[in-house]
């Protein structure tokens, strides 16, 4: 059974900094599509990135430019690094897995059955 652990989330200063680690076990695919959504109080899940087994990347519109999806195959790990932070990037974000396949016309939540359990980022204005 897969298996997604979040970590690196925290508070940040508005203009700062974050990465964020997702480690995968359990996987036994060669391809998959890896995913980071966000979720702040009173607001729907929202896909914030995504990467297929290529390294193929989509971004939000909301995070076009600052965010940056990565993944090591040899460390089962996918990274967002985040940059130029706002407050209203404040949410939890969540790991998301698809696998098995490419993520080709995923971008719903319900695209994708494995999740994490979220790591919290706040960022100050």
């Known amino acids: 059974q897969v298996q997604l652990v979040e970590s690196g989330g925290g508070s940040v200063q508005a203009g700062g900094s974050l990465r964020l680690s997702c480690g995968i076990s359990g996987n036994s695919y060669s391809t998959y599509c890896m995913a980071w959504f966000r979720q702040a109080p009173g607001k729907e899940r929202e896909g914030v990135a995504q990467i297929d087994s290529n390294g193929h990347t989509v971004y939000s519109d909301s995070v076009k430019g600052r965010f940056t999806i990565s993944n090591d195959n040899a460390k089962n790990t996918v990274y967002l690094r985040m940059n130029s932070l706002k407050p209203d990037d404040t949410a939890v974000y969540y790991c998301?897995?698809?696998?098995?396949?490419?993520?080709?016309?995923?971008?719903?939540?319900?695209?994708?059955?494995?999740w994490g359990r979220g790591t919290q980022v706040t960022v100050l204005a």
């Open positions: 998301a897995a698809r696998l098995g396949g490419d993520c080709w016309g995923k971008t719903y939540a319900s695209d994708f059955p494995s």
